[in-house]
């Protein structure tokens, strides 16, 4: 081949090889969030936001659960395709709490799964449309022995496993049915929170050494009946079993249900993860069911200890409501400063509706964040009036929410799955914060 039919043939693969780069890849949008669109159409839906409120009445607290765990073994969501799972080590549930004051009634639903699958949310959403039940709150124990099979869409089904109509419906029937047992046994209650620093059991895995959110935070329930339950949250991923296991398990938070259960003081038991972005459970050495049933213990024996020692009252009031969170154009990297084109994207995972969820019980407010929130983000949360507990996966999933100035970092967290560039973390932070504000 001649020179100059070289060149030519260099030249066509490098002009190929530019349209090809122009047509999947666009440079990382670094404009302050400031002056993003999305933050001013956020800060106006806030102006516009109703928010359902009870303040006259007897509180009323119920409880329900189903067991999920499918007949036959499917998908195991966590660390990648692992393709099915080959035993069930233990069982998976829906949890459910149901809270009515006044002409206001409210649902909280976990699962134990890696989040509550938005197609199911949408679909009990749906079905319980002019029911009893006028608002719900969702989340997940984020276990990554979990099952997937649950969303549509090409994308998603690559992450989450092919979907199965059946599955889904199953999901949504035991959802629904754990609600209305709730429902229809909830009895007069009063409510107490409490908080325990447990940093020698959660790692920063984003930034070797580096602080941690470090509490157990825990509403408890007591009912006229003397029945008690408890509702925790912690930082901790739900990754303590290896990522070589191919078990159905519910992690450690499924441990820490069944131990909680198990003691005489406890009736009922629920877990939502908390601020889990960037934070890991701290397991030396070998891994083993046994050093996860100690793992659990540990959370379990504060929980235990305060029971009796909180201070329970009459919660006078709750509230729910749910915020839209607009968003800009996704920035999924490759680089830096390079991302795949938001049109490719889209159509990869299909346009996203995530919302911020919250729920006030008496002096107590649960923030639900459609992501991996950061436990880093935590001391950020400003209120004056109110406990706080933000819980993670209310039925969107838009990636790791990260502070911003590590979002130059690496890392998984930062890169791959940080969806919708360097302010998302900062910007769900302050449009919580302007939420709570406003509350009385």
Request: aromatic share 12%.
């Amino acid at each position: 081949m001649s020179g100059q039919k070289v060149i030519k043939v260099i030249g066509g693969i490098v002009l190929a090889s530019l349209v090809v780069f122009i047509t999947f890849f666009k440079r990382v949008d670094h404009l302050p969030l400031s002056q993003q669109p999305y933050y001013a159409l956020a800060l106006k839906q806030l102006d516009n936001n109703q928010t359902a409120l009870a303040k006259d009445g007897v509180f009323k607290v119920g409880w329900g659960k189903r067991n999920i765990t499918p007949s036959q073994p499917t998908h195991l969501m966590g660390y990648g395709w692992k393709g099915n799972y080959q035993q069930v080590h233990d069982s998976l549930w829906v949890r459910s709490l149901v809270f009515q004051l006044d002409t206001l009634t409210i649902g909280l639903v976990t699962y134990d799964l890696m989040l509550a699958p938005p197609l199911v949310v949408r679909q009990v959403q749906t079905a319980l449309t002019g029911s009893d039940i006028d608002h719900l709150y969702f989340s997940a124990t984020h276990t990554h022995k979990g099952y997937g099979g649950w969303e549509q869409g090409l994308g998603r089904e690559i992450i989450s496993g092919w979907h199965d109509d059946d599955l889904v419906q199953s999901l949504v029937n035991k959802t629904i049915a754990s609600l209305q047992d709730a429902y229809q046994q909830a009895l007069p209650s009063t409510i107490a929170y409490a908080q325990f620093n447990l940093d020698s059991l959660v790692n920063n895995r984003l930034i070797k050494n580096g602080e941690v959110e470090p509490f157990l935070r825990a509403i408890y329930f007591r009912r006229q009946d003397s029945s008690q339950a408890i509702l925790s949250s912690f930082s901790a991923h739900a990754t303590f079993v290896t990522s070589k296991s191919k078990d159905l398990s519910a992690d450690y938070p499924g441990e820490l249900v069944r131990q909680l259960e198990a003691s005489q003081s406890v009736d009922f038991a629920l877990f939502a993860a908390g601020a889990v972005g960037s934070h890991s459970p701290h397991k030396p050495g070998v891994f083993s069911y046994q050093k996860l049933q100690t793992y659990a213990n540990r959370l379990a024996t504060p929980l235990l200890q305060a029971i009796d020692g909180v201070a329970y009252d009459s919660a006078d009031q709750h509230s729910f409501s749910e915020i839209e969170l607009p968003l800009g154009e996704a920035q999924l990297r490759i680089t830096s400063n390079w991302r795949v084109r938001p049109s490719w994207f889209q159509q990869i995972l299909g346009r996203q509706k995530p919302t911020v969820s919250f729920l006030q019980l008496g002096e107590i407010t649960l923030v639900g964040t459609p992501g991996d929130f950061s436990g880093l983000l935590y001391p950020r949360i400003e209120s004056e009036e109110n406990s706080v507990i933000v819980t993670s996966f209310n039925g969107e999933y838009i990636g790791y929410l990260i502070p911003s100035e590590y979002y130059h970092l690496n890392h998984r967290e930062t890169r791959s799955i940080n969806w919708y560039g360097p302010y998302t973390g900062d910007y769900t932070t302050e449009i919580i914060n302007k939420y709570l504000s406003t509350m009385k």
